[in-house]
């Protein structure tokens, strides 16, 4: 049930773009996206739900392919406090009582150098 | 003010002890969560209460016990310490059960000697 997100680790310099792929075997509810930077806890980013929509915050956004089971997240002209790993979190779509949860990807460690 | 708080921050013990780890928010919320994320950043859910129930149990052994004493606290016991429990444990919450941000708090590093 655990999501797969790829790539596993991305190095960008300053300004690049990057994109982080989740994706599920299972269909989904919803799709959250979480980023930690190191030695801190995981921060909300947004979260999609199914009807494949797409959000955007700042430079980031996201988008939910409810057919495909996956979702991208979208990093535009990446600052270097973009830095962190990124997680995926995706709740199942027939979830009930004890399926309430959030099963979270391995991450994606993105690095920005200047 | 902090919305979702943890103690301690750092816990290093021997294996075979019995600690605790307290969680508290002040956001209202009903729903909280224990995570453990390992050594290799896998953050794995164990517990969630809403409204003081337990509603995921997940296969976690049963020297850990949660308890909740009331919507806003979230405590984690754990009896006789493994050395593979040695991990982060972050406390959370959200409003809801379903499809709703969760606020993580710092975590705490424990470290089992």
């Known amino acids: 049930q655990q999501p797969v997100q790829s790539p596993q680790a991305v190095i960008l310099r300053e300004g690049e773009d990057a994109v982080i792929n989740c994706s599920s075997s299972?269909?989904?509810?919803?799709v959250h996206w979480y980023r930690q930077k190191h030695g801190e806890a995981p921060v909300f980013l947004m979260i999609?739900?199914?009807?494949?929509e797409q959000k955007g915050h700042d430079k980031i956004s996201a988008s939910f392919n409810e057919k495909k089971q996956q979702s991208s997240l979208y990093l535009t002209a990446s600052q270097l406090s973009y830095s962190g790993t990124y997680f995926c979190?995706?709740?199942?779509?027939?979830?009930?009582?004890?399926?309430?949860?959030?099963?979270f990807g391995k991450g994606t460690l993105l690095t920005v150098n200047p | 003010d902090t919305a979702v708080s943890q103690t301690p921050k750092y816990l290093v013990t021997q294996m075979g002890n019995d600690k605790s780890i307290k969680c508290e928010q002040n956001l209202g919320h009903d729903t909280m969560y224990w995570y453990k994320q390992d050594s290799k950043k896998f953050l794995k859910i164990m517990f969630s209460y809403n409204n003081k129930e337990l509603i995921i149990n997940e296969t976690v052994p049963n020297r850990f016990s949660p308890k909740s004493p009331d919507k806003a606290h979230l405590n984690l016991h754990i009896n006789s310490l493994e050395l593979g429990d040695s991990a982060v444990y972050f406390c959370?919450?959200?409003?809801?059960?379903?499809?709703?941000?969760?606020?993580f708090g710092p975590g705490t590093r424990l470290t089992v000697l």
């Open positions: 979190g995706t709740e199942l779509i027939n979830s009930g009582g004890s399926n309430y949860k959030l099963t």
């Open positions: 299972k269909a989904l509810y919803s």
């Open positions: 959370a919450s959200s409003l809801r059960t379903r499809t709703d941000t969760q606020y």
């Open positions: 999609l739900l199914k009807g494949g």
